[in-house]
């Protein structure tokens, strides 16, 4: 077996550098799907329904380079080290899990052109909360550029604060709704853009738990409402 060629680090920068790309489409994409929501703009959802194409090709490539790359190490008998392996799968796991935060995007576009919001004004709080969701975006995406584990972990405990959110603004819904205080359909598009937002969060997470993952070898995992470590590769 012979060790891989310089080759292979290079391609793996120039792959982790189009990652990093996809991760910042999936941000500005995100930003204007909320946008579309708060504003009720029809023109914004359909640029975010166009961008997702870029962002499925690009997934689409990334996955097919990676395959490539560890084809042509194994073509070359060259034994990949631990952490070699790690960054290429760590590529590919990242990169499907900016897609589908992505396709959460297109959801939200969505819910404005098939009229599902109306011309009620949203709560503030949405707004802020969806800000903040952006923000472990860019984090995560800033952790995966950097290959940093301590600002991976500052993620993970951020999913705590938006599930936190979710939970306070879904009870001052239901306190309305049974007030008589919101209509029952604007309340579940809340529900479903609160919903949104977590589901946004938890990718965030897979990308930080693989982050952790590469440059540490330590597998994270959640239970009993904690981030802990289960095992080390």
Not at 195 to 211: F, G, K, L, M
């Amino acid at each position: 077996m012979t060790t891989p060629s310089d080759g292979f680090a290079q391609r793996t920068q120039r792959l982790k550098a189009d990652l990093v790309a996809q991760g910042r489409r999936v941000q500005v994409i995100l930003e204007a799907a909320f946008d579309a929501i708060f504003e009720n703009s029809a023109e914004k959802a359909r640029w975010v329904q166009a961008q997702d194409d870029t962002i499925d090709s690009v997934d689409v490539a990334l996955e097919r380079a990676c395959v490539v790359l560890l084809a042509d190490a194994t073509k070359q008998g060259a034994e990949l080290q631990a952490e070699q392996l790690r960054a290429v799968l760590t590529i590919v796991k990242v990169n499907n899990e900016f897609e589908r935060a992505a396709d959460v995007a297109v959801d939200l576009a969505d819910m404005v052109l098939n009229g599902k919001l109306g011309a009620l004004a949203f709560p503030e709080t949405f707004r802020v909360m969806s800000n903040s969701v952006v923000g472990i975006v860019r984090d995560v995406n800033t952790a995966v550029f950097r290959n940093d584990p301590a600002l991976a972990n500052i993620v993970l405990q951020s999913q705590h604060a938006v599930t936190a959110f979710k939970d306070a603004l879904l009870r001052d819904a239901e306190e309305k709704l049974a007030r008589g205080l919101m209509a029952a359909d604007f309340a579940f598009s809340l529900h479903e853009i609160a919903t949104a937002c977590e589901i946004i969060a938890d990718h965030c997470t897979n990308v930080a738990e693989q982050i952790i993952y590469q440059t540490t070898g330590a597998i994270v995992r959640h239970g009993m409402s904690k981030w802990v470590e289960v095992g080390k590769s």
